[in-house]
């Protein structure tokens, strides 16, 4: 099956400094997606991305959608304690009415104060 | 106002039981869907319902039954439950392929 690679699995990092995280895959996909997950929650979209080439942001969130189709990234700037969580992309491939999500493993953040 | 919630949050049972867990979406959305998260927080898909219509049925164990009594609602009926299927569940919902919101999972634990 379809399979993303998430980078890194985790990092440690100190308060305001920058992130970035990247996904790539062997298959192409018409969306991709960037969700955040705290503990005992669900993950909640933070970016989605629509077009090759796009560069979007939500506050200090930054995110690329690859020319390719196959990859994408997402940078934080200037991280803060309350960024710490695990973060996924998800890559959707749209045909018929199957809209389903593949994501990657997951990038575990830790920001120490 | 939760958009996606699922009931129960927390399910602890013993190996050969049969348990259900039900998902309930305000959004007004057209597909439903429920993922697994395993312990090392990789979640797959499962299921999904477009319109009450079954869409994706991911080689999920025929003990696995999904039913969607309406667009609002997507149930997940398991049977004789295994100890591999402690994981957390978690049902989310879309309109078409818009971005998918998910509800806060149902953590089961088979004893």
């Known amino acids: 099956g379809q399979q993303l690679n998430q980078s890194p699995q985790s990092m440690f990092i100190q308060e305001g400094e920058d992130v970035s995280m990247n996904c790539t895959s062997s298959s192409i996909f018409n969306t991709w997606l960037w969700y955040k997950q705290d503990p005992g929650e669900g993950p909640v979209l933070l970016i989605a991305?629509?077009?090759?080439?796009e560069l979007t942001s939500n506050g200090r969130l930054t995110a690329q959608f690859g020319i390719t189709r196959k990859d994408s990234f997402l940078n934080i700037s200037a991280s803060i304690p309350s960024d710490v969580g695990i973060y996924f992309c998800a890559g959707q491939q749209s045909g018929g009415s199957n809209y389903k999500l593949t994501f990657g493993k997951g990038t575990l953040l830790t920001v120490n104060p | 106002d939760t958009a996606v919630s699922q009931t129960p949050k927390y399910l602890v049972t013993q190996m050969g039981n049969d348990k259900s867990i039900k998902c309930e979406q305000n959004?007004?959305?057209?597909?439903m869907y429920w993922y697994k998260q395993d312990s090392k927080k990789f979640l797959k898909i499962m299921f999904s319902?477009?319109?009450?219509?079954?869409?994706i049925n991911e080689t999920v164990p025929n003990r696995f039954s999904p039913k969607s009594p309406d667009k609002a609602h997507l149930n997940l009926h398991i049977n004789s439950l295994e100890l591999g299927d402690s994981a957390v569940y978690f049902c989310a919902s879309s309109q078409g392929p818009q971005p998918q919101h998910f509800g806060d999972g149902t953590r089961l634990s088979i004893l």
């Open positions: 319902y477009n319109n009450k219509e079954l869409i």
């Open positions: 959004l007004g959305h057209d597909t």
């Open positions: 991305l629509y077009k090759a080439g």
